[in-house]
Structure formats: structure tokens, C-alpha cells
């Protein structure tokens, strides 16, 4: 079973910076598309970032040229760097990845920017 764990949310002060991870564990044989999605408290989950196995990304507009999402594929890591963080990305953070052929979710890491 792959299991995906994120880290690296917490609380920042507006323009401030984080940088989330995620680590893919279990028998993995092979990698494609992955992608970090968010919650904002009483709103519905969206797609941030995503960057697909050739290393393609495309970001929400929201968050372009503040946010950049990479992937380490040796180690089975997913990184979002998140730049001039603004009180609006405040949200519960989600690692996507399909992997095996399967969808999987991490639990998500909370990230608050205050104003």
C-alpha cells in the first residue's frame, strides 16, 4: 500500500515563505502525475499546482509566480514552495499523486498566514 505523508505547514506572517513535503512510501513502480491541492476553511478543494512525470507544471493564476512545485522521483518526494504567502492561501494543504496507477491522498498539513 503507498502511503503519502506531507509536512512542513505551520503559521506565517503575510509575504512570509513554507515549504511543504511529501513523502511517498510503499512499493512503488512507477510515478505520474502529482499535485498539492488546498481547502480554505468553509470552501471547496482546489488544484494548485500539478506537475506531470516529464516535469510539465502548471499552477491555479491565483498562485503563479509565488509558488513553485517540484518532484524528486529518486527519493519519492513532492516539495511546494510557497514565496509572498498572503492570508488568502490559508488552507488545509493536500498531496495528490497518481502512483501505480492509483490516486492517492496524503492527510494534509495546515497552513495559516496571518495578516
Known amino acids: 500500500q503507498v502511503q503519502l505523508v506531507e509536512s512542513g505547514g505551520g503559521f506565517v506572517q503575510a509575504g512570509g515563505s513554507l515549504r511543504l513535503s511529501c513523502a511517498a512510501s510503499?512499493?512503488?513502480?512507477?510515478?505520474?502525475?502529482m499535485g498539492w491541492h488546498r481547502q480554505p476553511p468553509g470552501k471547496q478543494r482546489e488544484l494548485v499546482a500539478r506537475?506531470?512525470?516529464?516535469?510539465?507544471?502548471t499552477y491555479v493564476d491565483s498562485v503563479k509566480g509565488r509558488f513553485t512545485i517540484s518532484r524528486d522521483n529518486a527519493i519519492n518526494m513532492l516539495h511546494l514552495q510557497m514565496n509572498s504567502l498572503k492570508p488568502e492561501d490559508t488552507a488545509v494543504y493536500y498531496c495528490n499523486g497518481v502512483i501505480n496507477g492509483a490516486n492517492y491522498w496524503g492527510q494534509g498539513t495546515q497552513v495559516t498566514v496571518s495578516s
Open positions: 506537475i506531470l512525470r516529464d516535469g510539465t507544471t
Open positions: 510503499g512499493r512503488i513502480f512507477s510515478r505520474d502525475a
